[in-house]
């Protein structure tokens, strides 16, 4: 018989979504981020996240390649990848380092553990952080904001961020603040392109806001009762970045509602403890990296219980 | 909808579920009767249960409504011809399941005559109802096909105290239920009267999903008409969200009670039963004549002329796609049943079954054929799972080949409604790895109950050895 009849097991229908697909729209929503990161540091910005990608991309198709497995650049994550660490880095680093920072990401903490969907920590994280102990002094020279395309100026004074938390007084309104009129990391100072962005993954159901709002409340409500002000803390250092596009990561959060929030809440504390009393300014990219570790934890101990189940059984898996 | 207070709306809530698209394209199509075949071909096995043997032999000549195939053992169903001929033959079919059942083919003759024994049953109390409903052969004709004189015959049966008439229709496509609704409803409202008073149970909710407004009002309008003190007909309008007409996710969004794992609707005073099925009760009750027919929904985007067709059991499913004017674009899959839950056949020479409710035949538009690639953990199958499981989870258990585990993360609960596979983005055969799961689960609890009865065998024999004094 030609063209013989499709048996498949069922469902016979698909929602129609792809893994390429719901990347492509975290792309979308990182757009708002990269245009303000362009208008605020200048065409260097463009420069440090097309590095970061393009080595990202390289890393992931040599080593599928290389460890012999079928080719993933096309689901398009290793771009994803590429973005959100140029977004941690100053726009002011030498693109050799981002390149370094991007194998880093791809090599380390994504395909030496199965690629995507098998990572841990995530990706770009560790790149981040790999940097900052590397080139400590590169990654801790911010450029100063609106300077027009030829930006060159740098500044190596503390972000408003560190100005706070050792009590002084920093002279940036809020409203500065929010729109990204501040020294940091070219993807995280714009905060209004950032909400952008979560309100168009919240919209297109690629994110649920669980997470970014109780990691957000969960900071703002520490960092109130430890006596600093919260709104400074909530605009300020990579909270906005993390919270919507790094803490909600598929792969290194937990699967199920309950476990999202204890995972949150963590990150929120860590993020203010490491702010307030450790001695790195910056709490958002250890706070993430520490609970992503604990995920599998917490995934086991915040597991739903089947319909009907009235208690939990003995000896779970 | 009254909500007395927030913990009663809070239990009534059902998680999980996707917005599968709807595509009621038959909805407002009167159903057709499909005059009787040239032969029908009726399975043994067409209900959950011990299959049927034949009561009549080749070359014996049956009358519609004539008991054909019947079993001694208590789950099951008795099998009546649809047409009146000869038996021509016994045959064996290849089940979509991947079971082989005998078979027994009839030949029509053309005159339809009816059996003798066809005629309304004298039900005076309890025993003679059950009687009677297992005589007329029905079984859950939503798709399940549970024999329905087992259903009513519940373990605890002072402890049930609700009825649930099934009429969500929850699968796209699928509107014969509707047609039932619309065609027959004093047909439903006489049969949940019948209910009522045989299985002495004071509440009747008939579940109707809000894409179908029409039959809400027509329900309730009888329904208004039938409830007196102390026997209430409530008609229960609910979103319409796949799978809402699953059993237990049903029960739930009717009366907040929660049907644990293992146990049946009745262990929480509950009995659920298709809309179809009570309508035909109420049938059978006025005139005697068995199940040997029933309505199917015939549609798909290769259907010329989709529609609701009134089909004799045992027609061969080729003829009922050339009496909806055969298929305007090659067929690349059919489907017996709807497309989340539907069983994708190998050929159109299959007979119509008491289980089948739906033929769809999909063109190459409706096809999605994507490699599945790797479980990224975005949890979409978790949100969506109508039964609280964590198909990844359970997945990993199955590769590692961890039976203890896939029972413990509750792999048998699955009911393969299809939710998961169907929103993940990664178009992993999830559904696929639950059944292999529960099969696997099977096998080794057949295996370790066979362990100890070897076991125990193997005790016996050292006593009597002893007790000989050997």
Same mark, same amino acid.
């Given at each position: 018989?030609?063209?013989?009849?499709?048996?498949?097991?069922?469902?016979?229908?698909?929602?129609?979504?792809?893994?390429?697909?719901?990347? &492509?729209?975290?792309?979308?929503?990182?757009?708002?981020?990269?245009?303000?990161?362009?208008?605020?540091?200048?065409?260097?910005?463009?420069?440090?996240?097309?590095?970061?990608?393009?080595?990202?991309?390289?890393?992931?198709?040599?080593?599928?390649?290389?460890?012999?497995?079928?080719?993933?650049?096309?689901?398009?994550?290793?771009?994803?990848?590429?973005? &959100?660490?140029?977004?941690?880095?100053?726009?002011?680093?030498?693109?050799?380092?981002?390149?370094?920072?991007?194998?880093?990401?791809?090599?380390?903490?994504?395909?030496?553990?199965?690629?995507?969907?098998?990572?841990?920590?995530?990706?770009?994280?560790?790149?981040?952080?790999?940097?900052?102990?590397?080139?400590?002094?590169?990654?801790?020279?911010?450029?100063?904001?609106?300077?027009?395309?030829?930006?060159?100026?740098?500044?190596?004074?503390?972000?408003?961020?560190?100005?706070?938390?050792?009590?002084?007084?920093?002279?940036?309104?809020?409203?500065?603040?929010?729109?990204?009129?501040?020294?940091?990391?070219?993807?995280?100072?714009?905060?209004?392109?950032?909400?952008?962005?979560?309100?168009?993954?919240?919209?297109?159901?690629?994110?649920?806001?669980?997470?970014?709002?109780?990691?957000?409340?969960?900071?703002?409500?520490?960092?109130?009762?430890?006596?600093?002000?919260?709104?400074?803390?909530?605009?300020?250092?990579?909270?906005?970045?993390?919270?919507?596009?790094?803490?909600?990561?598929?792969?290194?959060?937990?699967?199920?509602?309950?476990?999202?929030?204890?995972?949150?809440?963590?990150?929120?504390? &860590?993020?203010?403890?490491?702010?307030?009393?450790?001695?790195?300014?910056?709490?958002?990219?250890?706070?993430?990296?520490?609970?992503?570790?604990?995920?599998? @934890?917490?995934?086991?101990?915040?597991?739903? &219980?089947?319909?009907?189940?009235?208690?939990? @059984?003995?000896?779970?898996? | 909808?009254?909500?007395?207070?927030?913990?009663?709306?809070?239990?009534?809530?059902?998680?999980?579920?996707?917005?599968?698209?709807?595509?009621?394209?038959?909805?407002?199509?009167?159903?057709?009767?499909?005059?009787?075949?040239?032969?029908?071909?009726?399975?043994?096995?067409?209900?959950?249960?011990?299959?049927?043997?034949?009561?009549?032999?080749?070359?014996?000549?049956?009358?519609?409504?004539?008991?054909?195939?019947?079993?001694?053992?208590?789950?099951?169903?008795?099998?009546?011809?649809?047409?009146?001929?000869?038996?021509?033959?016994?045959?064996?079919?290849?089940?979509?399941?991947?079971?082989?059942?005998?078979?027994?083919?009839?030949?029509?003759?053309?005159?339809?005559?009816?059996?003798?024994?066809?005629?309304?049953?004298?039900?005076?109390?309890?025993?003679?109802?059950?009687?009677?409903?297992?005589?007329?052969?029905?079984?859950?004709?939503?798709?399940?096909?549970?024999?329905?004189?087992?259903?009513?015959?519940?373990?605890?049966?002072?402890?049930?105290?609700?009825?649930?008439?099934?009429?969500?229709?929850?699968?796209?496509?699928?509107?014969?239920?509707?047609?039932?609704?619309?065609?027959?409803?004093?047909?439903?409202?006489?049969?949940?009267?019948?209910?009522?008073?045989?299985?002495?149970?004071?509440?009747?909710?008939?579940?109707?999903?809000?894409?179908?407004?029409?039959?809400?009002?027509?329900?309730?309008?009888?329904?208004?008409?039938?409830?007196?003190?102390?026997?209430?007909?409530?008609?229960?309008?609910?979103?319409?969200?796949?799978?809402?007409?699953?059993?237990?996710?049903?029960?739930?969004?009717?009366?907040?009670?929660?049907?644990?794992?293992?146990?049946?609707?009745?262990?929480?005073?509950?009995?659920?039963?298709?809309?179809?099925?009570?309508?035909?009760?109420?049938?059978?009750?006025?005139?005697?004549?068995?199940?040997?027919?029933?309505?199917?929904?015939?549609?798909?985007?290769?259907?010329?002329?989709?529609?609701?067709?009134?089909?004799?059991?045992?027609?061969?499913?080729?003829?009922?796609?050339?009496?909806?004017?055969?298929?305007?674009?090659?067929?690349?899959?059919?489907?017996?049943?709807?497309?989340?839950?539907?069983?994708?056949?190998?050929?159109?020479?299959?007979?119509?079954?008491?289980?089948?409710?739906?033929?769809?035949?999909?063109?190459?538009?409706?096809?999605?054929?994507?490699?599945?690639?790797?479980?990224?953990?975005?949890?979409?199958?978790?949100?969506?799972?109508?039964?609280?499981?964590?198909?990844?989870?359970?997945?990993?258990?199955?590769?590692?080949?961890?039976?203890?585990?896939?029972?413990?993360?509750?792999?048998?609960?699955?009911?393969?409604?299809?939710?998961?596979?169907?929103?993940?983005?990664?178009?992993?055969?999830?559904?696929?790895?639950?059944?292999?799961?529960?099969?696997?689960?099977?096998?080794?609890?057949?295996?370790?109950?066979?362990?100890?009865?070897?076991?125990?065998?193997?005790?016996?024999?050292?006593?009597?050895?002893?007790?000989?004094?050997?």
């Amino acid at each position: 018989m030609e063209n013989p009849l499709i048996i498949t097991s069922s469902p016979h229908l698909h929602c129609g979504m792809t893994t390429r697909g719901v990347m &492509l729209d975290v792309l979308i929503a990182l757009s708002p981020a990269a245009a303000a990161s362009i208008l605020l540091f200048g065409w260097r910005s463009a420069a440090v996240v097309l590095v970061c990608v393009a080595s990202c991309i390289a890393a992931e198709y040599l080593s599928r390649i290389i460890l012999k497995r079928p080719q993933t650049v096309g689901d398009l994550s290793a771009v994803v990848t590429g973005v &959100l660490l140029a977004f941690n880095l100053p726009a002011s680093i030498p693109l050799w380092q981002a390149a370094i920072g991007g194998v880093v990401a791809i090599v380390v903490a994504k395909q030496m553990f199965g690629g995507l969907g098998q990572n841990f920590v995530n990706p770009a994280l560790v790149g981040r952080i790999v940097l900052m102990a590397s080139f400590p002094e590169d990654m801790n020279r911010w450029v100063t904001p609106l300077q027009g395309a030829s930006g060159v100026d740098t500044m190596t004074s503390a972000t408003p961020l560190e100005v706070v938390i050792q009590g002084g007084e920093m002279n940036y309104s809020l409203q500065e603040l929010f729109v990204g009129i501040r020294p940091g990391s070219l993807g995280e100072t714009c905060v209004l392109a950032l909400i952008l962005g979560g309100l168009y993954l919240v919209i297109r159901r690629v994110i649920s806001p669980t997470i970014p709002l109780v990691y957000i409340g969960t900071v703002f409500v520490m960092t109130w009762l430890l006596g600093q002000n919260p709104f400074i803390h909530i605009l300020s250092g990579g909270l906005m970045l993390g919270a919507i596009f790094m803490a909600t990561d598929y792969t290194t959060t937990p699967i199920n509602k309950t476990g999202k929030i204890v995972f949150a809440v963590g990150c929120g504390l &860590l993020t203010v403890l490491i702010r307030v009393f450790g001695s790195l300014p910056e709490g958002v990219s250890f706070a993430i990296v520490i609970m992503n570790i604990l995920v599998p @934890l917490i995934e086991r101990a915040t597991r739903p &219980l089947p319909f009907g189940e009235k208690r939990r @059984l003995r000896n779970e898996r | 909808m009254d909500i007395t207070n927030i913990k009663e709306w809070v239990s009534l809530r059902t998680k999980g579920g996707v917005h599968a698209p709807h595509r009621k394209h038959t909805a407002d199509c009167e159903t057709v009767v499909m005059p009787p075949p040239e032969r029908i071909i009726l399975a043994m096995s067409q209900h959950i249960g011990v299959p049927c043997k034949p009561v009549v032999k080749v070359g014996d000549y049956v009358e519609v409504g004539q008991v054909v195939a019947d079993s001694d053992q208590p789950v099951s169903a008795p099998i009546h011809s649809g047409v009146s001929g000869k038996v021509a033959a016994m045959t064996e079919l290849l089940l979509p399941g991947g079971l082989k059942t005998a078979a027994l083919m009839i030949e029509s003759d053309g005159e339809q005559r009816i059996h003798e024994s066809v005629k309304p049953p004298v039900v005076e109390n309890y025993d003679d109802f059950i009687k009677a409903v297992r005589a007329s052969g029905l079984v859950g004709l939503g798709g399940a096909g549970f024999p329905a004189h087992i259903k009513l015959q519940p373990r605890n049966f002072d402890a049930v105290d609700t009825v649930i008439v099934n009429a969500a229709e929850c699968e796209p496509y699928i509107t014969s239920d509707y047609r039932e609704c619309m065609e027959n409803s004093w047909d439903i409202v006489s049969g949940v009267q019948t209910l009522m008073e045989f299985l002495d149970t004071a509440r009747v909710i008939i579940a109707v999903e809000k894409n179908k407004p029409a039959a809400i009002s027509e329900l309730s309008r009888i329904a208004a008409e039938v409830t007196r003190a102390g026997h209430e007909v409530i008609v229960k309008p609910l979103p319409a969200r796949y799978p809402q007409g699953a059993e237990k996710v049903l029960i739930q969004a009717c009366t907040g009670r929660r049907v644990p794992p293992g146990k049946l609707p009745s262990d929480v005073g509950c009995i659920v039963m298709n809309v179809a099925s009570v309508a035909f009760l109420s049938r059978y009750l006025k005139t005697g004549m068995p199940l040997v027919d029933k309505r199917v929904t015939v549609d798909g985007s290769a259907i010329s002329r989709p529609k609701n067709v009134r089909v004799i059991i045992g027609t061969p499913i080729h003829e009922v796609i050339s009496f909806c004017g055969g298929t305007k674009f090659k067929t690349r899959k059919l489907l017996m049943g709807g497309p989340m839950m539907g069983l994708a056949l190998m050929n159109d020479e299959l007979p119509v079954l008491k289980q089948n409710n739906a033929i769809l035949a999909l063109s190459e538009e409706d096809i999605q054929l994507t490699e599945p690639s790797t479980c990224i953990r975005c949890g979409r199958c978790v949100s969506a799972c109508p039964m609280n499981l964590v198909p990844p989870s359970i997945a990993a258990a199955y590769q590692n080949k961890d039976t203890n585990a896939m029972e413990k993360l509750g792999v048998m609960t699955c009911m393969e409604c299809g939710c998961c596979t169907y929103s993940c983005p990664a178009h992993r055969q999830i559904v696929q790895t639950m059944r292999m799961g529960k099969g696997d689960v099977r096998k080794a609890a057949a295996a370790k109950a066979e362990a100890t009865s070897t076991a125990k065998a193997e005790n016996q024999p050292a006593k009597q050895a002893v007790t000989a004094g050997k």
